[in-house]
């Protein structure tokens, strides 16, 4: 019998509690998943639905010049501005997973972790079986790599016997394999852990005999690694798209297709690709190679002193190294017939300013150099932006702030924006001509040695930063060779990385 005083529980209703919460745990486990849900007297949000929901886009990538990477402002790359313009489409954030490893990426494409791989992948008929890859947004070929100086291949039969090193699960490995049953005596290596920048350095350097990278990244980096020269092309042009998967419900997909589609007829695609893919002839082969050499020679001696300077003036060391090797080539001793002398060759007016009392002296001229370019910034309009202020700061430092403002002031009355750099250097050869420059208030300038001279300083900013981030790595990875715990980490954009 049951004591009317003891409550008695209601087994039913705890189990259909439990009921209730494993079918949450079921459904909220299914959305992460990305799988569809039907739920009574309501209709499944589609991908897309739940990606605006949630406010970010996840895709993964690899880190390197033709992709993404970190700069002097913020995070830039081909690959990462396409894919922030697609996000920006949506409403949303875009985080990026990185993986250098392309078999694990295209493996984690259609996870949690990443709904789509950005990461100039090429349409291959074996990546098709378990890829769905967007309209193509590039072409390229792939082209073989010697070192100059070496017996220039010409045929496939000419690699018989020669080191050749591509990355692991590539379309270049893909291509070589097929190759392969032409040539059964065609042998390469593959390594996953390697950019194609990677790759050009090793051919410069002479660690391998060839190397297969696409067209564009060679292109982009040609200035980088000199010594590395193209052989031949050894495929037809192929396309590079977006890889989403097969199995989801495509509404992200056909978002894609439609942007792309939009930035192809709208122009904005063709100036992206040659904003970062462009044959820059600003550093042409001879004095690639002559920087080269003094990077290995000269630079390393005034490390230091630049990143001491930068550290001081808040300006990142490689760029103000990259604004003396255009003075000096990084020669304490160098001397213009205009009389300006030292590593960032000052003028006597400057120096003094500048609390600079010897310019031959490297460390003063370094200090004074970025002293001055950094008050030359505090200078300008307050309404001129990043990355702008740079450029225009660049600017007046070779040609003077008077001139750059008449460029500035010519700009605006022709309807160009004066705080953007491309507009006003548009204008500054205008300065040479006597139509122009008689209505100005500092009359004629050399207008073209400013934008010849910040287009020199950008290539070698950049040279430099490939070259010290690859230093670096190398580094790394003796430390790793050396049984020290290695990094492993994830690049995430945005600060959304609790969102994963």
Known sequence: MTNSNTPTQDKTGYG??????????????LLLCGLPVFLSGSQAPTLLDRIKQNGYLPIISRNGPTTYYEGTYGFAGFEYELATAFADSLGVELVIHEDEDLGEMLNAVGTPVAEFAAAGLTITAERKKSLR????????TQQVIYRRGSDKPK?????????????????????????????????????PDVEMLDLLEMVHSGSIDIAIVDSNAFTANRSIYPRARVAFDISSPQQ??????IQHDGTLYRAANAFLNSMAVGGQLAELQQKHFSDDDSVDESGALVLSKRIEQRLPKWKKNFQKAGKEYGIDWLFL???????SHWNPDAKSPTGVRGMMMLTLRTASDMGVEDRTDPIQSIEGGAKYFKAVMRRLSDNILEPDRTWMALAAYNVGLGHLEDARKLTEQQQGNPNLWD??????????????????????????????????IRSFHNILVWHNQLQEKRIAEQNQDQN???????????NVTSKL
Do not use: C
Request: glycine share 2%; charged share 20%; net charge positive.
């Open 240 to 245: 590079l798209a977006w890889a989403f998967p």
């Open 423 to 456: 507009d006003v250097r548009q204008r500054l050869p205008l300065l040479a001509k006597r139509k122009y420059y008689r209505q100005t208030k500092h009359g004629y300038a050399r207008g073209w040695e400013p934008v010849r001279y910040v287009d020199n």
């Open 484 to 494: 020290l715990q290695p990094v492993i980490y994830s690049r995430i954009v945005d």
């Open 16 to 29: 259909m509690q439990a009921l209730r919460v494993s079918l949450l745990h079921l459904i909220a486990t």
């Open 321 to 327: 190294a990259a604004i003396s090797y255009q003075e």
């Open 133 to 140: 890859f967007t309209q193509d947004y590039m072409t390229v």
């Open 155 to 191: 045929t496939v039969d000419d690699l018989i016997g020669k080191d050749i090193l591509v990355i692991s699960d590539s379309s270049h490995a893909e291509h070589l394999r097929q190759l392969q049953q032409q040539y059964p005596q065609l042998s390469w290596r593959e390594q």
